[in-house]
């Protein structure tokens, strides 16, 4: 006759079923939660093995034309940097599983990841274009995917929000369960975001350049606004460096592309102004 398995060795099964699925899963786990009865709640709080993924980026050296062995140093160089672009965003993936909210990899991450690699890409065809035909479209490589989230099923109860913080993200796709992410405390009211201005700082600006200097200049214009309309819109989510990571790092990426455009438009039939990446950076004024 069989008796029951006293209350201590029924968890006990369960860690060891927990653990099985660790060593068949083959996933990075950045953090898990066993299947199991609260006593608190009454109510199952079953997640799945959730893994931050990999971010996965289209091949730029592929898409090259014969690089001319004056540029060869140069694209080798920012081919290397594309490079170390990913792992990088590959590592904050990993370090960051279960922070932010639902859209926390796209803002904060493959969004950041995207204009970098516009800017690189841009400089690979700057190189070429230097003395030989400027290869079009690298652009349309910039953009890179997250493969192989894992997804949380059910995701627990949502936590208790903090001082500005989200609710618990409940179940967030590549979230490990975020349940009530600190936020940036004591953040009473957006502030606005501020930058050098890059008008000021130009040159004269050949005729034949002045209407794409013009258009680059009103793009600067929109980003800051864009930027701070994203700024007021998401008042109290993230961690605490969050606005860095997800709305400053971002737009001083799009205006170092959108100088470069600039420098590059005036260099054509003039001296090509220098250090105007140096007013790529922003602040958040309060």
Not at 176 to 200: L, W
């Amino acid at each position: 006759m069989s008796r029951a398995l006293p209350k201590y060795n029924k968890r006990r099964v369960t860690l060891i079923g927990g653990a099985a699925a660790v060593a068949l899963s083959g996933t990075v786990i950045a953090g898990f939660a066993l299947a199991g009865e609260t006593p608190d709640s009454g109510a199952k709080n079953a997640r799945t093995l959730a893994g931050p993924g990999t971010i996965t980026c289209p091949d730029v050296r592929s898409k090259l034309p014969a690089v001319p062995a004056s540029a060869k140093a140069e694209v080798d160089r920012n081919l290397t940097l594309l490079n170390t672009q990913i792992q990088e965003a590959n590592k904050r993936l990993a370090d960051t599983v279960g922070q932010g909210g639902p859209n926390f990899v796209q803002n904060a991450i493959l969004g950041p990841l995207k204009d970098k690699r516009v800017s690189t890409v841009n400089r690979i065809a700057t190189a070429i274009g230097r003395t030989a035909a400027k290869p079009q479209g690298l652009d349309s490589l910039a953009a890179c995917t997250l493969n192989g989230a894992g997804t949380n099923a059910g995701g627990g109860a949502a936590g208790k929000p903090q001082a500005g913080g989200n609710a618990g993200n409940a179940g967030n796709t590549g979230n490990a369960g975020n349940a009530g992410n600190a936020g940036n405390a004591g953040n009473a009211g957006a502030g606005t975001i501020t930058c050098p201005d890059v008008r000021s700082k130009l040159p004269a600006v050949p005729a034949s350049a002045k209407a794409e200097v013009d258009r680059n200049l009103t793009l600067l214009n929109t980003q800051i606004q864009e930027a701070n309309k994203r700024l007021a819109d998401t008042v109290g989510q993230g961690g605490p460096n969050f606005v860095q990571n997800a709305i400053l790092g971002p737009l001083k990426d799009k205006r170092v592309s959108t100088v470069n455009r600039i420098a590059t438009a005036i260099g054509r039939t003039a001296a090509k102004p220098q250090g105007l990446d140096s007013l790529a950076a922003c602040t958040l004024n309060k």
